[in-house]
């Protein structure tokens, strides 16, 4: 039996005049424009423990390595569609944001493409402005503080629930990759309900 979709409970209100100015720049895109939320979360080596279990009176063991290593998912989800992009980068700098820039590009050819994202540091440089001009790709901001407006963030709870706790991977990049893969291996309706966009109250409704 499928889940239910999940329905996006916001952190607080968002911010009115911001969420409603992106609505409005949204409607105004051309028909033929590729809209694509992205956000990117870190992985690291050392198991986030979310439960586990041990004998009464016993202390619960999580075998680990002795280093932290990470790496970062950079995310992509067209809210019409489903489809996804992602790929697994050594930091979050802008140079790893801008190589995502290309690879989306080189996914979506000439398209016009519009991204919603967050005023994250790598988002902001100004090479990565630049190169997203270079590339026609435009950026459209969520409002401050608002994760719960982007499905990509909820996707990704789901991914570090289900594959990230509680267990080590043998290295770093093998965490990666199976990340990658739990991303990119959902059906276009799974992501769409465990992103929340088949939500009744997701807030983009009226633009899909």
Not at 9 to 14: C, I, N, V
Not at 159 to 169: G, P, T
Request: with cysteine; hydrophobic share 45%.
């Amino acid at each position: 039996m499928e889940a239910a979709a999940l329905r996006v409970r916001g952190q607080g209100p968002a911010p009115g005049p911001e969420k409603g100015g992106l609505i409005r720049r949204l409607k105004l895109l051309s028909r033929g424009a590729v809209v694509l939320f992205i956000d990117a979360t870190i992985l690291r080596l050392f198991p986030p423990l979310r439960c586990s279990w041990a004998f009464r009176g016993q202390q619960a063991q999580v075998r680990i390595s002795g280093r932290n290593a990470k790496r970062v998912l950079f995310g992509a989800i067209n809210p019409r569609t489903g489809h996804r992009l992602a790929i697994s980068r050594p930091s979050m700098r802008q140079e790893d944001f801008q190589a995502f820039l290309r690879h989306l590009r080189s996914r979506y050819g000439g398209r016009p493409l519009w991204l919603v994202l967050d005023r994250a540091p790598c988002h902001e440089a100004h090479n990565s402005r630049v190169l997203a001009g270079r590339l026609n790709i435009g950026f459209m901001w969520l409002p401050t503080q608002c994760p719960e407006l982007n499905p990509v963030d909820h996707l990704w709870r789901e991914l570090k629930r289900l594959i990230a706790a509680n267990r080590q991977f043998h290295t770093i990049d093998a965490e990666a990759q199976y990340a990658r893969r739990w991303f990119l291996g959902l059906t276009a309706r799974q992501a769409l309900r465990k992103a929340g966009i088949l939500a009744e109250d997701f807030w983009l409704n009226a633009l899909l």
